[in-house]
Structure formats: C-alpha cells, structure tokens
C-alpha cells in the first residue's frame, strides 16, 4: 500500500470555525509533512513530524495547529483562518526525516474560507 | 536565496512529440534532484530523480539530465501523450535534509 488518504476532499469554513484535516498512512514512514498550495503555485513546505515529533515549523501562524497522535496519522487543526488560507492542502510522508526525497503526496484538501 | 525556478511556466506540445521542460536551481549544496507530476485535482507524484553524481537518468519515456556546471536540470518525456497534461515540478533537496524544495512549476498541455 503506497497510499497516503486524505479527508475531507474539500471543506468549505467561515472564519469562526473550528475544524480538522486528516490524513493517514500505513507505509511504516515515520516521516510526515503538511503543504498548502495555491493556485497555479508549488507547494509550500508548512510542518514536518519526524517520529511524531515536529522537527520543521516553517513559522506558520498559530491558527494552523498540527497534531500527530501516532505514526500513522497527521492532522491539521484549523481555528479562525482567513479567506487567503484558501489553498489546497496537501500530505506526504516519507520513511523517516532523512529521506524526505522521497516524498508520497496525498490528493489533497481543498480548502475554502468564507 | 535557496530557490528552484523554471525558465518556463507554460509548454504546449503536439502529440506524440518530445517534451522538454527545465528547472534552474540555485543552491550548490543540493545532490538530489526531483520532478513531480500533479494532475488536475491529484497531489504530485514521484516520476523520476537524479542525484548530483549522475548527469542522466532514464525512466519509462522520460530522462532526466542534470548540468551542474550552470545548475540546470530538465525533464524529457517522448511520445507526448495527452495524458501527460500535467503541471510538472522540479525540487531540490540534499543528502539527510528534512525538506525538499520546489520550483515554480511548469503547464505541460497537449495538442491533438
């Protein structure tokens, strides 16, 4: 199984919600990462969990939360976002932080913030 | 800075012609060259690396080759087929990092 799933596939959420991202592997990686995506960009690295301990913060704001409650599963809790936080979100995970090379991406979440 | 770009965003290729997309990197430091494939509403996906003591790679249709002499990387896929219409992305990252580097993306669309 090569897969990482990620739910919801889209989420639509006004600005005083509180809601969750999902996403899940069974691969054995020890390594997984959140990306946001806008439109016509690449991704941008958000948050690393090696070990389920976060290694990478890439100064996100405190609205996005991360939680990785075992090596299985990442989530993104999300509490008071901006309509620019619409994005795409993506998953990925990878053996272990030393082999972020090789990346496995999840479909994503697409995410809208009215 | 550390960035990957690409010289173009958008190509449009006839079928079954070769495509050629590049990526210029910046960061001497990096050994491990990616390209990723991201279809419309997917994730990307993994199609072939290079690492910096190789200057060729070939996969199933596709060759990667690496310059590292002006920092260049590019993606050769032969035989274009309309279901290569994708969005193609090049990264960078290096031996134990904990992250990988995207570049700006490049709009391959087919012609029939």
């Known amino acids: 199984d090569t897969e990482v799933t990620q739910t919801p596939k889209h989420l639509v959420m006004g600005m ?3 809601k969750s991202l999902k996403c899940e592997q069974h691969m054995g990686h020890r390594a997984m990462y959140w990306y946001k995506q806008k439109a016509k960009k690449p991704p941008e690295l958000m ?9 990478i913060n890439e100064s996100v704001p405190s609205r996005f939360s991360p939680e990785c409650p075992n090596s299985s599963l990442l989530n993104l809790h999300l509490h008071a976002l901006q309509p620019e ?22 479909p994503g979440t697409r995410l809208t913030v009215t | 800075g550390e960035n990957v770009g690409l010289h173009l965003p958008t190509l449009s290729v006839q079928e079954g012609d070769n495509s050629i997309i590049n990526c210029a990197y910046s960061n001497s430091a990096s ?8 279809e419309s509403g997917k994730g990307p996906q993994f199609i072939i690396d290079i690492r910096s003591n190789m200057d060729k790679r070939q996969g199933q249709r596709v060759t990667v080759l690496l310059n590292k002499t002006v920092k260049h990387l590019s993606l050769q896929i032969a035989a274009t087929q309309p279901g290569d219409s994708a969005v193609y ?19 391959l669309s087919i012609r029939p």
Not at chain 1, 90 to 98: N, P
Not at chain 2, 31 to 38: A, E, P
Not at chain 2, 89 to 107: N, P, Q
Request: a negative charge.
């Open chain 1, 16 to 18: 005083t919600n509180k």
């Open chain 1, 47 to 55: 948050f690393v969990y090696s070990y389920e301990k976060l290694s």
């Open chain 2, 89 to 107: 992305f090049c990264a960078e990252t290096y031996s134990s990092a904990s992250k990988i580097i995207f570049g700006s993306g490049t709009r």
């Open chain 1, 85 to 106: 936080d619409s994005a795409l979100y993506l998953c990925a995970s990878s053996l272990d932080g030393t082999s972020s090379y090789e990346q496995y991406f999840g």
């Open chain 2, 31 to 38: 050994d491990y060259f990616i390209w990723y494939k991201q």
